[in-house]
């Protein structure tokens, strides 16, 4: 088992940014390829970026390529989703997830095996 808590969220003027964390604990973090996705009011939960679980890998929505950084920190236990120029269409909650021994080529929420209970981005204009 992983449990997996976010942190981070908040309220940003359009063009800011904003770092979340995904704190796990439980098995081997390291072994894990990590996913942030999110949800908007009445849209379905989408990707957003993911890491391999090496870390040597990284892959980005299209709507936030250039913007959104991923990382992860094996000696912290520590997933990260630096978001930077901010959009009110970012707005929502963004979730973590990990996949043992995952891709960053993973996308879809199906492929993942552990949730964190989210964290609510709200970006103003």
């Known amino acids: 088992q992983v449990q997996l808590v976010e942190s981070g969220g908040g309220l940003v003027q359009a063009g800011g940014s904003l770092r979340l964390s995904c704190a796990a604990s439980g098995r081997i973090f390291s072994a894990y390829a990590m996913g942030w996705f999110r949800q908007a009011p009445g849209k379905e939960r989408e990707f957003v970026a993911a890491?391999?679980?090496?870390?040597?890998?990284?892959d980005y929505a299209d709507s936030v390529k250039g913007r959104f950084i991923i990382s992860k920190d094996n000696a912290k236990n520590t997933a990260y989703l630096q978001m930077n120029m901010l959009k009110p269409e970012d707005t929502a909650v963004y979730y973590c997830?990990?996949?043992?021994?995952?891709?960053?080529?993973?996308?879809?929420?199906?492929?993942?095996?552990?949730w964190g209970q989210g964290t609510q981005v709200t970006v103003s204009s």
């Open positions: 890491i391999s679980w090496s870390g040597g890998t990284t």
């Open positions: 997830a990990a996949r043992w021994h995952g891709s960053s080529w993973h996308h879809e929420v199906r492929e993942y095996d552990y």
